[in-house]
T-cell receptor, first 110, second 121 residues
Framework: QSVLTQPPSASGTPGQRVTISCSGG????????VYWYQHLPGTAPKLLIY???QRPSGVPDRFSGYKSGTSASLAISGLRSEDEADYYC???????????FGGGTRLTVL | EVQLVQSGAEVKKPGESLKISCKGS????????IGWVRQMPGKGFEWVGV????????RYSPSFEGQVIISADRSINTAYLQWSSLKASDTAMYFC??????????????WGQGTLITVSS
């Protein structure tokens, strides 16, 4: 059971906007920044969003991050087939002294 | 370009020892924490621990403390994760990843490709 809670799956059609939620508690999301990673199995996970809503260089602005209280979400607009991957949220946890992660959401582009 | 290149997949028997590696390049290896993340089959990521190669300061998740050892060799820009006695429950993909900076707020900004460890009799 992961510390952060994500839906196991999400789907959308090309061009659509999809949102993936992530909920936690006061020791993690509630008091710290949220991060999002994209992972295609067999490859290195890739940082998509840092500090709740910032995109690293090279990440398209189709990807947006939001945080409110102890929850966060990742929005992907203009969905493309290459967005089909697993998405993980993460946040520093003050109790652990390290990062905690969600269980991952598998995004399918129909 | 930052790169973290991990050693290859391993198949081991319960009770055997193992040390896997992660070689960093494209950044100052001694100036950033580098650590390990476990992904068990069909599950999410779990933080194992990190090491600061500059002074070998090491932090572990309580779930992994005493079960694994994290080390680093600054001379060859390589971090390691080792087990002295593997269990079947250690079967997982292990990723190395580096923190973004030397101070809080920390997050993993670059990851390795993963090393699959299979422990089976």
């Amino acid at each position: 059971q992961s510390v952060l809670t994500q839906p196991p799956s999400a789907s959308g059609t090309p061009g659509q906007r999809v949102t993936i939620s992530c909920s936690g508690g006061s020791s993690n999301i509630g008091g710290n920044y949220v991060y999002w990673y994209q992972h295609l199995p067999g490859t290195a996970p890739k940082l998509l969003i840092y500090w709740n809503n910032q995109r690293p260089s090279g990440v398209p602005d189709r990807f947006s991050g939001y945080k409110s209280g102890t929850s966060a979400s990742l929005a992907i607009s203009g969905l493309r087939s290459e967005d089909e991957a697993d998405y993980y949220c993460a946040a520093w946890d003050d109790s652990l002294g390290g990062p905690v992660f969600g269980g991952g959401t598998r995004l399918t582009v129909l | 370009e930052v790169q973290l290149v991990q050693s290859g997949a391993e198949v081991k028997k319960p009770g055997e020892s193992l040390k896997i590696s992660c070689k960093g390049s494209g950044y100052s290896f001694t100036s950033y924490w580098i650590g390990w993340v476990r992904q068990m089959p069909g599950k999410g990521f779990e933080w194992v621990g990190v090491i600061y190669p500059g002074d070998s300061d090491t932090r572990y998740s309580p779930s992994f403390e005493g079960q694994v050892i994290i080390s680093a060799d600054r001379s060859i820009n390589t971090a390691y994760l080792q087990w002295s006695s593997l269990k079947a429950s250690d079967t997982a993909m292990y990723f190395c990843a580096k923190y973004n900076s030397g101070s809080y707020p920390y997050y993993f900004d670059f990851w390795g490709q993963g090393t699959l460890i299979t422990v089976s009799s």
